[in-house]
């Protein structure tokens, strides 16, 4: 493997941990983002930017 696809691969799995990161911190499935984020990249980060953080859920309410 050539050092400009390692570097491809190094960034795309970067991306992937930023990703799940995100996804966290808005109250979504890291594992999951990080999984799309395989297949999605960039396209994934940005809709994890522009969707709403998931609102907590109160003792009680059914899910």
């Known amino acids: 493997m050539d050092q400009q696809n390692s570097e491809f691969l190094v960034g795309w799995g970067t991306l992937m941990l930023i990703n799940a990161g995100l996804a966290q911190g808005k109250g979504r499935?890291?594992?999951?983002?990080?999984?799309?984020?395989?297949?999605?990249?960039?396209?994934?980060?940005?809709?994890?930017?522009?969707?709403?953080p998931v609102a907590p859920s109160q003792p009680g309410e059914k899910t």
Do not use: M, Q, R
Request: glycine share 8%; proline share 4%; hydrophobic share 65%.
């Open 29 to 52: 499935s890291g594992l999951n983002w990080f999984l799309l984020s395989i297949f999605l990249g960039p396209v994934a980060t940005f809709f994890i930017v522009v969707f709403d």
